[in-house]
């Protein structure tokens, strides 16, 4: 048997290959070229024919790729039977059981994380279970996040979660190599380790919410503070019907400054240089969003029906944004600037600057009352700790929050290092905002420089709209 871990750098998602005996399966497939071709790749690198692709559960933070694998190869599709899916083939329910080659997946339905939540349990021809793969409900030092079904069932949720785990998972045996949907950095879990490798029953012994007793595990889940990304919506959409095949994507075009100029007038642009490039000069009205960044954040800015254009620091870097907004759904990519800001610049064309500042600047203009602050974290982290006066508007929520930011005075925007501030500088600007500062070291260096911290009572953001 060989298995192979597919991760996603960035989405912090993994997608697994297994084979046996001449067959395979592929567990949760990404929306992008890469991935499918690399299953593609290993399957035929063994001789091996790819008979199942299995999904954990709908998923809400990348476009799954079944639709476009299983018309690379013919296999079956296969997802809970609790969802009303328009495509796929197998409707999966507790004890079914998938053979390939010498092995067997039998089928858990664990429920909590979502309400079609499945498990994937590995067993040899002698019965033995090998490895769980388990989606969203247990991860590495950490569960799943209860509340994208909707707040009046999040406390219904986390019951199920814990009787998932304790009831149906961990019985498979300490031994049971666990292989989670996600690792560290996902947005659908707290505090998920960043080792790759873990059993169920070094879960047992480390994970701290394992060892809870089911009031308290309860009361922890409840307690979580998510943003809930409005992508998610359409992510819902496209992985209960399928989404489009990739070939239907729109490729982006190299275009010179002159079909630019044109391009830009009724069309965003990313750019997806770093913060200090984007705050020493860039195009009037551009998003910034970091090339690694693109993971995530244009879910939360780009309109899926709209033309996107990109200005990259290297022509290259265009097909790794265009891989990334794959994976969120977006299809409208038509084009970037060939050769960069550079052509830009050197043409003479119009440029607008996003101003950085130290902390130790922000310490005294705020002491003196002449800047507005915003800081543009996540709940969690402003439970960590804020500078006294800050302004809480996660970046993602903060074009709907303009109405509340003064423009009567310079304006500070301050995440943890300077990624996420860079971001909701330029959307500050898009809004007209004209002495924008970007906090060069966030709240890390604030914090570092020994400066006053407090730490504020947080509830968790408003919900745009229940995932189902």
């Not at 998602?13 to 046996?20: E, L, R, V, W």
């Not at 031994?175 to 659908?188: D, F, I, N, R, T």
């Not at 000069?281 to 996107?308: A, C, K, Q, V």
């Amino acid at each position: 048997m060989i298995m192979r871990r597919m991760k996603a750098e960035g989405l912090a998602h993994n997608t697994y290959f297994i084979s046996s005996g001449g067959e395979a399966v592929v567990i949760d497939p990404r929306r992008e070229a890469g991935d499918i071709e690399n299953c593609m790749d290993l399957a035929r690198g063994r001789c091996t024919k790819i008979k199942y692709i299995l999904e954990t559960h709908r998923n809400e933070d990348f476009t799954i790729g079944s639709v476009d694998l299983k018309k690379r190869t013919g296999a079956k599709i296969g997802h809970s039977a609790n969802t009303p899916f328009t495509y796929g083939d197998i409707a999966l329910k507790e004890g079914d059981s998938l053979p390939f080659g010498d092995m067997m997946l039998n089928v858990l339905e664990t429920p909590g994380h979502t309400c079609d939540s499945l498990t994937y349990v590995l067993h040899a021809s002698d019965g033995i279970p090998l490895a769980a793969f388990t989606g969203d409900a247990l991860f590495i030092g950490s569960t799943g996040r209860i509340d994208l079904p909707g707040k009046d069932v999040e406390e219904k949720n986390a019951r199920a979660l814990y009787h998932s785990i304790h009831d149906k998972i961990l019985p498979s045996g300490d031994h049971v190599l666990l292989y989670p949907a996600h690792g560290a950095g996902s947005v659908c879990g707290v505090g998920i380790s960043d080792r790759d490798e873990s059993t169920l029953g070094y879960e047992r012994m480390t994970n701290a919410q394992l060892s809870m007793d089911e009031d308290t595990f309860v009361k922890t889940k409840l307690e979580e503070k998510f943003v809930r990304p409005t992508y998610f919506r359409k992510m819902e959409q496209y992985n209960l019907h399928g989404p489009p095949l990739l070939e239907s994507r729109m490729k982006p075009e190299a275009l010179s400054l002159a079909e630019f100029k044109g391009a830009v007038r009724d069309r965003p642009i990313v750019d997806t240089r770093t913060p200090p490039a984007f705050g020493g000069g860039h195009i009037p009205g551009s998003y910034s969003i970091w090339l690694e960044g693109m993971t995530l954040f244009p879910g939360w800015l780009l309109d899926y029906d709209r033309e996107t254009l990109l200005l990259t620091d290297r022509d290259e870097d265009v097909k790794t944004a265009d891989k990334f907004l794959a994976r969120l759904g977006y299809d409208k990519c038509c084009g970037y600037l060939c050769g960069g800001f550079d052509v830009w610049q050197n043409a003479g064309m119009p440029i607008e600057y996003t101003h950085d500042i130290s902390v130790e600047e922000l310490n005294g203009r705020l002491a003196a009352g002449d800047i507005t602050l915003t800081d543009v974290r996540e709940p969690a982290e402003w439970e960590r700790g804020i500078v006294p006066g800050a302004a809480m508007t996660f970046v993602g929520h903060l074009p709907q929050r303009l109405p509340d930011l003064p423009r009567n005075k310079p304006i500070a925007t301050m995440c943890s290092v300077g990624h996420r501030g860079s971001i909701g500088a330029s959307i500050l600007e898009r809004a007209g905002y004209t002495n924008v500062y970007n906090v060069l070291g966030g709240f890390k260096a604030w914090k570092n420089k020994g400066y006053a911290v407090t730490t504020p009572k947080v509830t968790a953001p408003k919900p745009e709209e229940a995932v189902t």
